[in-house]
């Protein structure tokens, strides 16, 4: 065995998870040590309750949480919480916030709420004996998870319909159950992969004592029952319009010709994946980051938005924009599938904290928050990009980082950033600025 592998080193206790890999894959090992156990929370239980969130926890990987003020959706207030590593994210946040605070503020509706759910699985036999079955066995299958959608349907959610899917012409013998599920105010991963577990177990197990089947067609065989991240029927809706004379805040650039440019860059980002895909991935800045603070899944979300984003086959931009009759429209429709119930949401205290400044939204109610977060970052990028170019921002924020790995004190802080207000910022610059105000 190669002598940097383990075997059950998830049955060790943390400290001698720790002790193992830092004395396998370190050369400073008090350093490493230190730095593990500097991110641990002193209050025991809030760390064993973030050690119980994965396994085989060895310390805690920070992330800043920031907000974003003044948003006004719906002729309501919010500031809103980000969790993001990225620079410039949570002030462009705030700024196109600002700008639209005095214009009204974000439209936003829900379109739809329908998740969906497949059981996969392989039929060999006659298709109109499957039709025939699958009709007639509906009835069990819905009543076999009603321990399940019992609750669900309480809340206003459950089981919207099965269709049976025949994908044959993809892959010989492959069908489908293909359903669609209201889950309320929870995201629903658990209650829809337990209802496709149900449905394929009864399915299967149906199938044997159906008359019309012959032996081979009774052998129906599953191959998986999972939920799709994949939500076009999960839709919300985000805007902001103004008349375009009052689009001006900005002094380098008019009104009109900004509106112009605007849409000229929604265009683009419409054609060309190559920058639709930059221009979407702004979007997500703003998303991932009000996702992540309410503690719901961001892969899932990313995966779901991006197919969407193909959805016409060809990958294009979220967001679109139109000048019509002198009135400037700015919007996108997106699929989230999100929970304010359930998983995280009740656990981790600062995800509780982000529901509650958000004022405990349901889940409708963040599908639209977390769509402004993003129309809001997609303005305040295209914005920059189409007047002052992004690097102004980032720059700024980039001395600041390299001022604080270089341990300025706020002197030599303000002393710099008046240099750097006429002086371009580089890496090289900024240390070499640091070097001679030392000197
Ligand atoms: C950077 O994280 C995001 C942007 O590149 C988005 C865009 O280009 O639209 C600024």
């Not at 075997?7 to 350093?31: E, M």
């Not at 004022?359 to 993003?374: D, N």
């Amino acid at each position: 065995m190669h002598n940097k592998t383990i075997s059950g080193f998830s049955k060790l206790s943390k400290s001698k998870k720790i002790d193992w890999i830092v004395n396998t894959y370190f050369s400073n090992q008090d350093q490493a040590k230190t730095i593990l156990k500097q991110y641990w929370n002193s209050d025991e239980k809030l760390q064993q309750l973030h050690d119980e969130f994965i396994e085989n926890t060895i310390t805690n990987y920070y992330l800043p949480l920031g907000v974003a003020p003044n948003f006004l959706i719906n002729d309501r207030m919010y500031a809103i919480p980000m969790a993001i590593e990225e620079s410039s994210v949570v002030a462009a946040a705030s700024k196109a916030a600002k700008f639209w605070l005095d214009r009204g503020g974000f439209k936003t509706s829900v379109i739809s709420t329908t998740k969906i759910g497949q059981v996969h699985f392989m039929y060999r036999g006659d298709t109109t004996h499957l039709k025939h079955y699958f009709n007639t066995v509906k009835p069990q299958l819905l009543e076999a998870v009603k321990p399940l959608s019992k609750n669900m349907e309480k809340r206003g959610g459950g089981i919207q319909d099965i269709e049976l899917r025949d994908k044959t012409a993809d892959i010989p013998n492959y069908f489908q159950l293909h359903v669609s599920f209201g889950t309320a105010d929870a995201m629903g991963a658990n209650f829809i992969n337990s209802c496709l577990e149900q449905f394929a177990k009864t399915f299967k197990a149906e199938a044997l004592n159906f008359e019309d089947f012959s032996a081979e067609e009774q052998q129906i065989e599953i191959v998986m029952s999972i939920l799709s991240n994949y939500v076009p029927d999960c839709l919300v809706r985000a805007e902001v319009s103004c008349m375009v004379e009052d689009l001006s805040d900005s002094k380098t650039i008019a009104p009109e010709a900004f509106a112009n440019k605007f849409v000229q860059a929604i265009q683009i980002a419409e054609v060309e994946p190559f920058r639709a895909v930059t221009h979407n991935k702004g979007i997500m800045n703003g998303i991932d980051a009000v996702v992540l603070a309410t503690g719901n899944d961001f892969r899932a979300i990313e995966a779901g938005v991006h197919a969407y984003a193909s959805r016409n086959g060809a990958y294009s931009s979220l967001s679109h924009a139109k000048i019509e009759n002198g009135i400037f429209t700015f919007w996108m429709e997106i699929p989230l599938a999100l929970g304010t119930v359930g998983g995280l949401t009740n656990l981790h205290p600062l995800v509780k904290l982000s529901l509650e400044m958000l004022g405990k939204p349901s889940a409708k109610e963040l599908m639209q928050i977390v769509a402004v977060a993003g129309l809001a970052q997609n303005f305040a990028a295209i914005r920059s990009l189409t007047t002052t170019g992004i690097q102004e921002g980032h720059m700024k924020m980039h001395l600041m980082n390299i001022l604080n790995q270089f341990e300025a004190n706020a002197e030599e802080k303000i002393n710099l950033v008046n240099h750097f207000k006429t002086h371009t910022v580089s890496h090289s610059a900024v240390v070499e600025a640091i070097e001679k105000l030392r000197q």
